[in-house]
């Protein structure tokens, strides 16, 4: 998680940005070195769109961020306090050469982090990570002339708004006020509570929000997973509200909460918002959606029926990003509630991915608990097991692909191996020497026993 990183591996950024401990590794020395080199990358005289979510330290991050950048010669525009998906949102339609956010996500409340944005919004591709990376190991700083550093910090103070007009004119607004639910929001006290609310006052909900202050110890860890949202969705359901809202510290997940108090999974959410977009928004061209390998394969089963095609892709999104803007998709998502619609933006985007779930009510006019209870119900077992390195996990996963290969396999990332009644993925994690196991069946006996198949074939090996 954003651990420095030993000096061999020179790898400064994991799956999403570089991430770390508020003043053990995030230091502002550290933060320093980092924007030295971000600010290096980028042509002088770039203009790049700097903002922050409101995680402790953050403060002294986001300055020590553009001290170090206004003396590499580019031009900084900072917008404060925004979501990562507007953020993202404003420097795709605006003359900005990238940007940078200071966001550590849905890290627990110590960390903060540092993530790099291109011209079109998206997270800097691995190479340009790279290229990075190299700049700050070798220090070759581009340290212009005194002469040539004029420019004042530039104040940007629109980007919530613009984010929130830009999914109102993607949606049916009539359709959609003419139902005035009930929604309950949970922004983790992070920056989510500056839009979402808004967002949903413009579309006439009757909005509760909880967690809502910006507060710098949150009132509950930022990872929007069931065990840190039952007290939220104990509130959904004794208001009776239509739905919950959460999300993580930088907004870009959304995880519903339907309205006998249920926490959905995201990739379910997401099948029943591809179905949307299919059938009550007619965007069927191309037929594919984006996902990771950690989704289950229920999004292949209930997809197929609409025609859809599940292109699987290894976990990160800027994976699924890449991807989508390179062969095109009607959607993409993570099984952890990040999803992203082409139309708006090809991120992770919470506030839209809300706006398309209360269309999707408001036209089928059915709760979102049935439309939850269509689906199967599947035993899920997520878990991990440490591992030395990254060559004991490769092994693994060779010998799990020799057992299991009169099955369906995807190697993208790890294994996952698919048959009719359980599916499960075997792959090293990006942050951490573990080994994250995912099983999914039709009963809770077939998944133990499936997942102590597997976890006895790794553990025989590593002994
Ligand atoms: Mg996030």
Same mark, same amino acid.
């Given at each position: 998680m954003g651990v420095p990183v030993?000096?061999?591996?020179?790898?400064?950024?994991?799956?999403?940005?570089?991430r770390g401990v508020v003043n053990k590794w995030l230091t502002p020395e550290q933060v320093t070195r980092l924007a030295l080199a971000i600010g290096s990358f980028f042509k002088e005289g770039s203009k790049l769109l700097v903002g922050r979510d409101a995680r402790a330290g953050n403060s002294f991050i986001v300055n020590s961020v553009i001290s170090a950048l206004l003396s590499t010669g580019v031009k900084?525009?900072?917008?404060?306090?925004a979501p990562t998906p507007a953020l993202q949102y404003y420097v795709k339609h605006h003359d900005f050469d990238g940007g940078v956010i200071v966001t550590a996500s849905h890290n627990p409340p110590e960390y903060s982090g540092i993530k790099v944005i291109m011209d079109d919004g998206i997270e800097a591709p691995r190479d340009v990570e790279s290229e990075i990376e190299a700049i700050y190991w070798e220090l070759k700083f581009r340290r212009p002339s005194w002469s040539t550093l004029g420019g004042d910090i530039r104040r940007v103070d629109d980007v919530n708004e613009f984010y929130i007009k830009g999914i109102l004119d993607l949606l049916d607004i009539e359709r959609i006020r003419r139902q005035?639910?009930?929604?309950?929001?949970?922004?983790?006290?992070?920056?989510?509570?500056?839009?979402?609310?808004?967002?949903?006052?413009?579309?006439?909900? /009757?909005?509760?929000?909880?967690?809502?202050?910006?507060?710098?110890? =949150?009132?509950?860890? =930022?990872?929007?997973?069931?065990?840190?949202?039952?007290?939220?969705?104990?509130?959904?359901?004794?208001?009776?509200?239509?739905?919950?809202?959460?999300?993580d510290g930088d907004a870009d997940?959304?995880?519903?909460?339907?309205?006998?108090?249920?926490?959905?999974?995201?990739?379910?959410?997401?099948?029943?918002?591809? /179905?949307?977009?299919?059938?009550?928004?007619?965007?069927?061209?191309?037929?594919?959606v984006v996902t990771a390998v950690s989704s289950s394969t229920l999004v292949e089963d209930l997809l197929r029926k609409y025609g859809i095609e599940v292109i699987w892709t290894r976990v990160g999104s800027i994976d699924i990003s890449r991807t989508m803007t390179s062969i095109g998709a009607i959607a993409g998502f993570e099984e952890n509630g990040g999803f992203m619609y082409p139309r708006h933006q090809?991120?992770?985007?919470?506030?839209?991915?809300?706006?398309?779930?209360?269309?999707f009510l408001s036209t089928e006019r059915r709760r979102l608990s049935e439309l939850y209870d269509e689906m199967p119900k599947r035993h899920i077992i997520k878990t991990k097991i440490p591992i030395k390195n990254r060559e004991e996990a490769l092994k693994a996963i060779e010998v799990l692909k020799v057992q299991y290969r009169s099955?369906?396999?995807?190697?993208?990332?790890?294994?996952?191996?698919?048959?009719?009644?359980?599916?499960?993925?075997?792959?090293?994690?990006?942050?951490?020497?573990?080994?994250?196991?995912?099983?999914?069946?039709?009963?809770?006996?077939?998944?133990?026993?499936?997942?102590?198949?597997?976890?006895?074939?790794?553990?025989?090996?590593?002994?």
């Open positions: 030993s000096a061999t591996s020179k790898k400064l950024f994991g799956t999403d940005g570089v900084v525009y900072y917008a404060g306090l005035k639910m009930k929604v309950v929001v949970d922004p983790g006290n992070n920056v989510g509570s500056l839009t979402t609310p808004k967002l949903l006052r413009a579309l006439n909900m /009757k909005v509760t929000v909880v967690n809502g202050d910006l507060s710098h110890i =949150p009132d509950r860890p =930022p990872e929007p997973v069931p065990e840190n949202l039952q007290e939220t969705a104990s509130i959904v359901k004794a208001l009776k509200a239509d739905l919950g809202i959460a999300h997940r959304a995880i519903f909460i339907d309205d006998g108090g249920r926490v959905i999974p995201g990739d379910r959410s997401a099948i029943l918002l591809c /179905k949307h977009i299919v059938k009550n928004r007619g965007e069927t061209e191309p037929s594919r090809y991120v992770r985007d919470g506030a839209m991915a809300l706006g398309l779930m209360l269309e099955k369906r396999i995807i190697d993208v990332d790890g294994i996952k191996v698919i048959d009719k009644s359980y599916w499960f993925l075997v792959r090293p994690s990006g942050t951490e020497p573990v080994l994250r196991i995912f099983v999914e069946s039709d009963t809770e006996e077939l998944a133990k026993n499936i997942y102590n198949e597997v976890v006895s074939t790794i553990k025989d090996l590593l002994r």
